[in-house]
T-cell receptor, first 119, second 111 residues
Framework: DVKVTQSSRYLVKRTGEKVFLECVQDMDHENMFWYRQDPGLGLRLIYFSYDVKMKEKGDIPEGYSVSREKKERFSLILESASTNQTSMYLC??????????????????FGPGTRLLVL | SQKIEQNSEALNIQEGKTATLTCNYTNYSPAYLQWYRQDPGRGPVFLLLIRENEKEKRKERLKVTFDTTLKQSLFHITASQPADSATYLCALVESNYQLIWGAGTKLIIKP
């Protein structure tokens, strides 16, 4: 079974702090994603990566950055946390449909999520 | 504008009945559509995928239909059980390989 783990289940940070969220997958998937999920809204894509050191902006990248130094690890960074970044953050991974074609359309495997509260 | 809609109100179903959830979309031409289950405090878990040239897909008690003319997918759970209670998300995939998510419908199966 694919396993996607996230470094924390719950985090409480103060406004202005730098926040690191880490995600690790153990299935050698090329594609990795970071989403945020808020009540009443669908999952919103922040960033994705289809290869090591590659990253692409999603729908809401402002205020976030990412790092993919190793295939199994994808980090989300909040450079200066703000209260409007309080949310559930979900990491996912998947296989590509075609080599290097871009983000995957097949099944996405999600981590358990990190619930971040910014005070 | 482009959007994907799922019923935002919780769906209450009596145990043993069939639960039907709806996913409607506008201004997309999805290559295929996926359904996921999400339990509270957890990440979504993939259930079924249906392609644009498929009318119906089944997996055990689950059935998904895809009507590209109506721009709608229906997700059915037959012989529903309290353990089926969760939020169900649909996600469609366009030909440019972007995954677009609905907000989900909360399903409650009453014993």
């Amino acid at each position: 079974d694919v396993k996607v783990t996230q470094s924390s289940r719950y985090l409480v940070k103060r406004t202005g702090e730098k926040v690191f969220l880490e995600c690790v997958q153990d299935m050698d998937h090329e594609n990795m994603f970071w989403y945020r999920q808020d009540p009443g809204l669908g999952l919103r894509l922040i960033y994705f990566s289809y290869d090591v050191k590659m990253k692409e902006k999603g729908d809401i990248p402002e205020g976030y950055s990412v790092s993919r130094e190793k295939k199994e690890r994808f980090s989300l960074i909040l450079e200066s946390a703000s209260t409007n970044q309080t949310s559930m953050y979900l990491c996912a991974s998947s296989l590509p449909t075609a080599p290097k074609a871009g983000p995957l359309q097949e099944t996405q495997y999600f981590g358990p999520g990190t619930r971040l509260l910014v005070l | 504008s482009q959007k994907i809609e799922q019923n935002s109100e919780a769906l209450n179903i009596q145990e043993g009945k069939t639960a039907t959830l709806t996913c409607n979309y506008t201004n997309y031409s999805p290559a295929y559509l996926q359904w996921y289950r999400q339990d509270p405090g957890r990440g979504p878990v993939f259930l079924l995928l249906i392609r644009e040239n498929e009318k119906e897909k089944r997996k055990e008690r689950l059935k998904v239909t895809f009507d590209t003319t109506l721009k709608q997918s229906l997700f059915h759970i037959t012989a529903s059980q309290p353990a089926d209670s969760a939020t169900y998300l649909c996600a469609l995939v366009e030909s440019n390989y972007q995954l677009i998510w609905g907000a989900g419908t909360k399903l409650i199966i009453k014993p």
